[in-house]
T-cell receptor, first 116, second 112 residues
Framework: EAGVTQFPSHSVIEKGQTVTLRCDPI?????LYWYRRVMGKEIKFLLH????????ESGMPNNRFLAERTGGTYSTLKVQPAELEDSGVYFC??????????????FGEGSWLTVV | SQKIEQNSEALNIQEGKTATLTCNYT??????LQWYRQDPGRGPVFLLL?????KEKRKERLKVTFDTTLKQSLFHITASQPADSATYLC???????????FGAGTILRVKS
């Protein structure tokens, strides 16, 4: 069974440009999460989808970040325009259906973003 | 303020010994606490989960304890091996929602 896959694995863009990160969750997983780790900091939550609906987007840093999950399958995270402080690794994760506490959450390998 | 603290220094131990990693938290009331392993350049991998009403959980060579009075979790790896060398992350799953709050992680190095 395929795990959570993310694309691209690495991206280098200039300040002011746009980048779109894609995540394919494990098949059948209704819950999809975005997290990120910026340099020297902890991994921080960005948002949580249940199917195509945003359940919790309290971690989104500002309106330059837009996450979508059309059709409840894959998700994209767009950063527009990118700033230097957006550099870091963006992790996508998924978990099985249901809001049961303690669902095992499966992480992808991350998309490494460098803004220069 | 809310914070999660893990051993700030790397933990270096000899193969065969037991590694003990600490996770302390302040001003959180987690329903669950999870431990993850992360290798360089990879995503976190789930290891163990313990509920607030559980004291201890085991899985093979791994053991987790959870003391909600002390607001602390201990993560033990017995009979450690060089392959156990990685960063170990503590994460709190709060009462509302599936959002995880991560600690900074502890680097474990097991030497043969």
């Amino acid at each position: 069974e395929a795990g959570v896959t993310q694309f691209p694995s690495h991206s280098v863009i200039e300040k002011g440009q746009t980048v779109t990160l894609r995540c394919d969750p494990i098949s059948g997983h209704d819950n999809l999460y975005w997290y990120r780790r910026v340099m020297g900091k902890e991994i921080k939550f960005l948002l949580h989808f249940v199917k195509e609906s945003k359940q919790d987007e309290s971690g989104m840093p500002n309106n330059r970040f837009l996450a979508e999950r059309t059709g409840g399958t894959y998700s994209t995270l767009k950063v527009q325009p990118a700033e230097l402080e957006d550099s870091g690794v963006y992790f996508c994760a998924s978990s099985p259906p249901g809001q049961g506490w303690g669902n095992t959450i499966y992480f992808g390998e991350g998309s490494w973003l460098t803004v220069v | 303020s809310q914070k999660i603290e893990q051993n700030s220094e790397a933990l270096n131990i000899q193969e065969g010994k037991t590694a003990t990693l600490t996770c302390n938290y302040t001003n959180y009331s987690p329903a669950y606490l999870q431990w993850y392993r992360q290798d360089p350049g990879r995503g976190p991998v789930f290891l163990l989960l313990i509920r607030e009403n559980e004291k201890e959980k085991r899985k093979e060579r791994l053991k987790v304890t959870f003391d909600t009075t002390l607001k602390q979790s201990l993560f033990h790896i017995t009979a450690s091996q060089p392959a156990d060398s990685a960063t170990y992350l503590c994460a709190l799953q709060l009462e509302y929602g599936n959002k995880l709050v991560f600690g900074a992680g502890t680097i474990l190095r097991v030497k043969s």
